[in-house]
């Protein structure tokens, strides 16, 4: 059965600083895995998605995530914080098996931004 | 704005009560799928149909049926309701199955009182 394990829960970078969230997977087949994020009282909007090809995959809003096979990580990174970053952030793996093609999310991080 | 749209956005009830969710998928998407969130069991997923068919089911409680009509759009019925219920639940909509990525609707917010 596929997983997803967030470390931290909650993660405050100060403004302009370096984000990293981190994502580990379980998988019993090469998984697709995607980054979400929740703003205050709004559904989920996906930030990018990896599914096969090249490992470093960017998404909207200067966010990027690398696929490493060996660690079963995709952590979410990005250069500089911005106020407007602050939210949730959840990781999914999905196993795209054939009836099974549903996500599997994390139990999330809450990003907070210092000003 | 995701073109995925959820009603109501709220609804308050009572235990053992009935409620409807409706959800309208994105234009063209053929796959629908719902999830609970909540505090102590994060986002869970609860059913995925795909054209009508119910195509996987997750972690639904007998209590909890759902549907997918010809025009799409799909309901989740939740009946005999318990405090624990109580949840925002999620619809999203996928052009088929994977690996295109879900479309997230903005969320239903249950509170059964």
């Known amino acids: 059965a596929q997983s997803v394990t967030q470390l931290g829960s909650h993660v405050s970078v100060s403004e302009g600083a370096l984000v990293l969230l981190r994502c580990n997977y379980s998988?019993?087949?090469?998984?697709?895995l995607f980054w979400y994020v929740q703003y205050p009282n709004q559904g989920l909007q996906l930030l990018l998605k990896?599914?096969?090809?090249?490992?470093l995959v960017k998404g909207i809003n200067g966010f990027e995530a690398e696929f490493k096979k060996s660690e079963t990580s995709f952590h979410l990174t990005k250069p500089s914080a911005h106020m407007s970053d602050a939210a949730e952030y959840f990781c999914?793996?999905?196993?795209?098996?054939?009836?099974?093609?549903?996500?599997?999310f994390g139990t999330g991080t809450r990003l907070t931004i210092i000003p | 704005d995701s073109g995925v749209t959820q009603t109501p956005k709220h609804l308050i009830t009572a235990t053992g009560q009935r409620v409807t969710l409706r959800c309208s998928p994105r234009?063209?998407?053929?796959?629908v799928y719902w999830y609970q969130q909540s505090l102590d069991q994060g986002l869970q997923f609860l059913i995925q149909?795909?054209?009508?068919?119910?195509?996987a089911k997750g972690n639904i409680l007998e209590r909890f049926s759902a549907q997918q009509f010809p025009d799409l759009h799909s309901e989740l019925n939740l009946s005999s309701l318990e405090l624990g219920d109580s949840a925002l639940y999620f619809c999203?909509?996928?052009?088929?199955?994977?690996?295109?990525?879900?479309?997230f609707g903005p969320g239903t917010r249950l509170t059964v009182t």
């Open positions: 999203a909509s996928s052009v088929g199955v994977s690996p295109y990525e879900q479309y």
């Open positions: 149909y795909y054209n009508g068919e119910e195509r």
């Open positions: 999914a793996v999905s196993d795209h098996i054939f009836g099974n093609e549903k996500l599997t």
């Open positions: 234009s063209g998407d053929l796959s």
């Open positions: 998988s019993s087949v090469p998984p697709y």
């Open positions: 990896y599914t096969t090809g090249a490992t």
